[in-house]
C-alpha cells in the first residue's frame, strides 16, 4: 500500500522518565506514521504516523455453511473470550465476533510508525493476530507489527508495538505521546529476527492486557483520556535499509463487547 503523507514528530523525555513525542496524526480512513521514543538517550528524535491507503476490510463471522477451519479459529477464539472473563480481562462474553482480512505491509523510517485505520468506533474489545516481522538490518531499532485504538477525532489515540525485546505501549494526547507504564507483568521480550509471535490485545475500560505466546502483561491507561474510539492495523519501521520493516498478520479475529 501507498501513502499519501508523512506527518513527522519530535521526540522528548519528561518527569518520571516518561517518554514525549510531539505529533499529526492523519484523517480516520487512511494510515499515519508516527516515531518512537528512544530507550536509553533523552535526546530528541523524529517520529512519524501513518499516511493514506485503503483500510483494510472485515468479514462477519460466516453463518450457512462456515468452512471447517474457520469455524474452529471462532471456537477457539470463543474459548479464548471466557478464559478472558475468568480472569477479568474482559466484564462480557456477549460481543460480535469479526474476521480481519491478512495484513502484509512494510515501512523504511526508522522512528515512525505507521497506521491503516477502521472508521469504527469501538470501546470494550479483544484483538487476536498472529504476528510475523522483520527488519532488513541486523541492528535495527525498536520495531514490529501493532495495534492502535481510542482514535479521536482530534488524533489523540494508543498505540501498541510488539518489538524483539518489549512490549511498547504508547498514549498520544495533543501533540504529545507518552509511554504507558505496566501495572504488572513482563513486559519484555526475546525475539530474533526475523520473529513471530501470537499477539492478543484485551482493552476493559481504563485497563489493557497484552498477551505475547500467552504471556499476560497489564497497563493501567488515563483515567482522563478514553480507551474508546476508531482503531487501526500498524507497523513500527527501525531501519532505513532496504524494506526497512516488514509486518504480516494472520489469523486476524476482533470482539467487540455489546
Not at 493514506?52 to 468479514?59: I, M, Q, Y
Not at 474452529?72 to 474482559?90: C, I, P
Amino acid at each position: 500500500m501507498k501513502t499519501n503523507r508523512n506527518i513527522p514528530i519530535v521526540l522528548a523525555v519528561i518527569i518520571l522518565t516518561l517518554s514525549v513525542l510531539a505529533c499529526s496524526v492523519g484523517t480516520a480512513a487512511e494510515p499515519t506514521p508516527t516515531v518512537l521514543p528512544p530507550t536509553s538517550t533523552s535526546t530528541p528524535e523524529p517520529v512519524s504516523t501513518p499516511t493514506n491507503t485503503p483500510r483494510p476490510t472485515w468479514t462477519p463471522k460466516p453463518t450457512a455453511t462456515p468452512n471447517v477451519a474457520a469455524t474452529q479459529q471462532y471456537d477457539e477464539f470463543s474459548t479464548l473470550l471466557k478464559t478472558y472473563e475468568e480472569n477479568g480481562y474482559v466484564s462480557t462474553t456477549e460481543g460480535d465476533i469479526y474476521s480481519i482480512d491478512p495484513f502484509k505491509e512494510e515501512w523504511a523510517q526508522i522512528g515512525w510508525y505507521q497506521w491503516w485505520p477502521f472508521n469504527d468506533n469501538i470501546s470494550d474489545f479483544v484483538f487476536k493476530a498472529h504476528f510475523n516481522w522483520s527488519t532488513a538490518s541486523d541492528t535495527p531499532d525498536e520495531s514490529g507489527c501493532g495495534f492502535v485504538f481510542g482514535i479521536q477525532e482530534n488524533g489523540d489515540h494508543y498505540s501498541v508495538f510488539l518489538d524483539k525485546s518489549r512490549i511498547l505501549f504508547m498514549m498520544k494526547r495533543g501533540t504529545y505521546a507518552y509511554m504507558v507504564g505496566k501495572t504488572r507483568g513482563p513486559g519484555r521480550t526475546n525475539f530474533g529476527n526475523p520473529a513471530e509471535a501470537d499477539f492478543v490485545l484485551s482493552v476493559k475500560g481504563q485497563s489493557a492486557f497484552v498477551s505475547v505466546d500467552g504471556e499476560v502483561t497489564e497497563y493501567t491507561l488515563s483515567a482522563d483520556q478514553t480507551s474508546a474510539g476508531d482503531y487501526g492495523l500498524t507497523l513500527l519501521s527501525g531501519t532505513n535499509s532496504g524494506y526497512g520493516t516488514r509486518c504480516e498478520m494472520n489469523d486476524i479475529l476482533m470482539w467487540t463487547a455489546k
